[in-house]
């Protein structure tokens, strides 16, 4: 069966539509179906793709206006005999389906995302001891692969360049959660400027279209509540 | 992307929905509190006139869409305002769905109540 | 950094009062929308109003919805200008604007209470 994949092409310059008719069987994903075009039609077709299992995070996209990953969405699953593919919103296209990651990637660099410690001694290492009761504080939110589609739904994220964005705050609070880690006072100073937490006004769109259902809208709301009761605790010291 | 960022419906979940008509409706009652403001302006004239005269304009059944409109916003605002307020501090999350599904049906039946309150305000008597 | 200077507290000061007078006015609108239109058409008459800004607790009552509705709209209005890139780059004129048009809001408002 032939479904007709219409995709959002972009040259540098102009955008315009592109229709193409993939001759799909059951099981066959949205990714799988790029490749055909690329390797049978239009090799000039642009789009990012690495792992196909969804664990590299390359292949977030918006398919028939929801943002998902590409390898993880079955042609057939989506009914009709339209798909249609759009690079991912809020940020600015390179070309075709491919997006502009640098200020995302900075944006997690940003909120210091590793573990702050001051007593690190090289000659004697120390082993961290953690319970699991202590890893399931933050174990879910570590599970993040940077895909963006928490981003391209954020109503923030669209009208403000510099929002830290759902990714970035979730890391935050994935190690201002975790025991091991010394370093919560710095990130929440970083995260408590106007373009972090105070951003965020619960739509929660991110938690529904996170592709590995790691719940940024709940981390965020946690790390919001962290840096009140610590600046507002400021005030007294 | 522009300010139709936060207004978008397809391929979007109940919550961004919900999201986008807290934000509409805070707008619009954010200019109501002004007209209010300066309709209760109407009532420095000490004879009562200007006000009853407002009244007898803005009381009547050919507003009542209009009010029924704007309490809706109201109620609707409020109602989802508490859903946010519980999940904005920290709780619930995990019941989200079934919370928006009560705040919903919540904002239904008081809107409907106050509409039919004002109804028979302006109508029934 | 000094912790403790009152911009580094605006933010969290400001995202909590939204919260609670958000709680407070859901029962302060309710009451007034009650009385207005609950007990009788001649709830909203001119004398009537009149009637209910002489006694001192429905006067208390009025303060506090005008102030929790005042700060709770331009503190929204703030919210939503900070989302976008225009309040972004004005930051500090964003914040001394809406609240100043909150301060204007509950003044001008007062001055009606007080007047009438």
């Given at each position: 069966m032939d479904v007709e994949f219409r995709i959002k092409r972009f040259d540098g310059s102009k955008s315009y539509w592109q229709s193409f008719k993939v001759p799909v069987r059951k099981g066959m994903t949205v990714l799988e179906g790029l490749y055909y075009i690329k390797e049978n039609i239009d090799p000039s077709l642009a789009f990012r793709a690495s792992c196909r299992m969804g664990i590299c995070g390359s292949c977030a996209i918006k398919i028939n206006n929801k943002p998902r990953l590409a390898c993880e969405t079955q042609i057939m699953h989506l009914g009709g005999k339209t798909v249609t593919l759009e690079p991912l919103d809020n940020f600015k296209v390179l070309k075709d389906l491919i997006t502009d990651f640098e200020g995302f990637f900075a944006k997690h660099e940003f909120v210091r995302p590793y573990l702050i410690r001051d007593d690190v001694d090289y000659n004697e290492p120390v082993e961290l001891i953690q319970t699991p009761k202590e890893l399931e504080a933050y174990y879910i939110f570590s599970l993040c692969i940077k895909c963006g589609a928490c981003y391209s739904v954020c109503p923030a994220a669209a009208t403000r360049d510099d929002y830290l964005g759902p990714a970035a705050i979730t890391a935050a609070y994935r190690f201002c959660a975790?025991?091991?880690?010394?370093g919560k006072e710095i990130r929440m100073d970083l995260v408590s400027s106007d373009n972090g937490v105070w951003r965020c006004h619960f739509a929660a769109e991110c938690s529904e279209v996170c592709p590995k259902k790691i719940e940024p809208a709940k981390a965020i709301q946690k790390m919001r509540l962290a840096s009140t009761f610590y600046m507002l605790k400021n005030i007294f010291r | 992307m522009a300010i139709s960022g936060w207004f978008k419906v397809s391929g979007r979940s109940v919550f961004s929905l919900a999201f986008s008509f807290h934000r509409i409706t805070g707008i619009i009652l954010l200019i109501y509190l002004c007209m209010h403001l300066a309709y209760l302006t109407s009532l420095t004239d000490k004879t009562g006139q200007t006000y009853e005269g407002l009244i007898g304009v803005t009381v009547t059944p050919a507003f009542l869409a209009f009010d029924a409109l704007l309490v809706l916003c109201g109620v609707y605002h409020g109602i989802n305002g508490l859903r946010v307020i519980i999940h904005e501090f920290g709780l619930a999350y995990e019941y989200r769905k079934a919370i928006l599904a009560i705040s919903i049906v919540l904002i239904l039946a008081v809107w409907l109540y106050a509409s039919y309150v004002m109804y028979k305000l302006v109508v029934g008597g | 950094m000094e912790k403790t200077s009152a911009k580094h507290v605006f933010e969290p000061l400001a995202w909590l009062l939204q919260l609670i007078t958000g709680i407070l006015l859901a029962f302060l609108i309710t009451i007034h929308f009650y009385v207005t239109h609950l007990e009788s058409h001649e709830a909203i008459s001119y004398a009537a109003v009149i009637e209910r800004l002489s006694s001192p607790s429905y006067k208390i009552m009025y303060v506090l919805l005008l102030l929790f509705v005042s700060f709770h709209a331009f503190n929204g209005l703030r919210a939503i200008l900070l989302d976008t890139n225009f309040g972004a780059k004005r930051r500090g004129f964003t914040n001394v604007v809406t609240m100043l048009l909150f301060l204007l809001a509950f003044f001008y408002g007062f001055y009606l209470l007080l007047i009438i």
């Open positions: 975790d025991s091991r880690d010394r | - | -």
